[in-house]
C-alpha cells in the first residue's frame, strides 16, 4: 500500500478507490436504506469512525452523516441545482466535489492547503480571492484543524457577498460548555493526547456559534435531520446532532 501510494498520483488511488467502493455497493444491495449523493439504496450503512457509529458509512461513494445531511440542506433551502451561485469549498468532499463541479450553474471553486483533489492550493487564513466573490461557502470539519480560528473566519467573512452563506460544520463534543484549547497544547504529539488527533487545534465545545458570531457573523443552527421522521432518518442515515450552522454577515440574518 505504501509502494502505491507512492508510486500513484491522488487521482489515479481515488479513481482506483471508487471502483472498488462501487463493487462494495453492488455486494450490500438492498432497499432499507437510500444515499442521496450516489442514490443507491443498500441493505445498511457501514459502521465507522474510532466509536464505530453504526449506519454511518455509505457502502458506494464512501460518504459519511454529515455529507448526506449537507447535501439534502444544498439541494432543498439552497437550490444548489437551479440557481445562479458562485461557490468556495473548502477541504473538499470528492463525491460533493464532483457533484457540484458538474453544475452548470454554479461558478465553483474548491481550496485547500494540502489536498491534491482540490482545485487550489491555499491557506484558509490567507485566501487569495478578491472581497465578496462568492455567495456560498461550504466549511465543513476544518475549522479544528486550523491554528489561527479568528483569521480563518475573517477570511471568510472577507471574501463572502454581503448577503451570502457560510455553511459551517464541526464536531461538537457536547459534555464542553466551551471550546477546550490550550496554549501548551504546541506538537503532534500533544494535540493528539489532548484533542483526539495530532492535527486538531481544539476541542468546539457548547460555545461554537458564539464564536463565529465574535468574528462578525450572524449564526443560525440548524438540526436539519429534524424535518425528517425518525424514520426518515434512519432510512437517508443521516446521524444524531449533525447540526449545519448558517452564517451570514451580521446585516443579514436567514430566514
Excluded at 439552497?78 to 466535489?97: F, N, R, W, Y
Excluded at 495530532?198 to 435531520?225: I, T
Aim: proline content about 7%; some cysteine.
Amino acid at each position: 500500500m505504501y509502494l502505491l501510494k507512492a508510486l500513484l498520483p491522488a487521482q489515479t488511488r481515488l479513481r482506483l478507490r471508487s471502483y472498488s467502493w462501487w463493487a462494495r455497493g453492488w455486494f450490500y444491495q438492498g432497499k432499507e436504506v437510500f444515499c442521496p449523493l450516489c442514490e443507491g439504496h443498500f441493505q445498511k450503512f457501514l459502521p465507522f469512525g474510532v466509536e464505530r457509529r453504526p449506519q454511518a458509512l455509505c457502502p458506494k461513494c464512501h460518504t459519511l452523516e454529515r455529507h448526506r445531511l449537507l447535501w439534502l440542506y444544498l439541494q432543498e433551502q439552497v437550490q444548489v441545482e437551479t440557481q445562479q451561485l458562485s461557490v468556495l469549498h473548502m477541504a473538499p468532499e470528492p463525491v460533493l466535489q464532483e457533484k457540484l463541479k458538474r453544475l452548470p450553474n454554479l461558478q465553483y471553486r474548491s481550496a485547500d492547503l494540502s489536498s491534491p483533489l482540490a482545485m487550489d492550493k491555499v491557506d484558509i487564513q490567507r485566501l487569495p480571492y478578491a472581497d465578496a466573490s462568492f455567495d456560498l461557502i461550504l466549511c465543513s470539519h476544518v475549522l479544528a484543524h486550523v491554528p489561527d480560528e479568528k483569521l480563518a473566519l475573517q477570511e471568510l467573512s472577507r471574501v463572502l457577498k454581503p448577503k451570502g452563506r457560510l455553511l459551517l460544520q464541526a464536531r461538537i463534543f457536547l459534555d464542553l460548555p466551551q471550546t477546550l484549547e490550550e496554549a501548551d497544547v504546541a506538537t503532534p504529539q500533544q494535540r493528539l493526547k489532548a484533542h483526539g488527533q495530532a492535527d486538531r487545534f481544539r476541542k468546539y465545545g457548547l460555545d461554537f456559534s458564539e464564536r463565529v458570531s465574535a468574528q462578525g457573523f450572524a449564526v443560525s443552527p440548524v438540526d436539519y435531520a429534524q424535518t425528517r421522521t425518525s424514520q426518515e432518518q434512519q432510512h437517508l442515515g443521516l446521524g444524531q446532532q449533525e447540526i449545519i450552522f448558517v452564517a451570514t454577515p451580521s446585516a443579514h440574518v436567514p430566514a
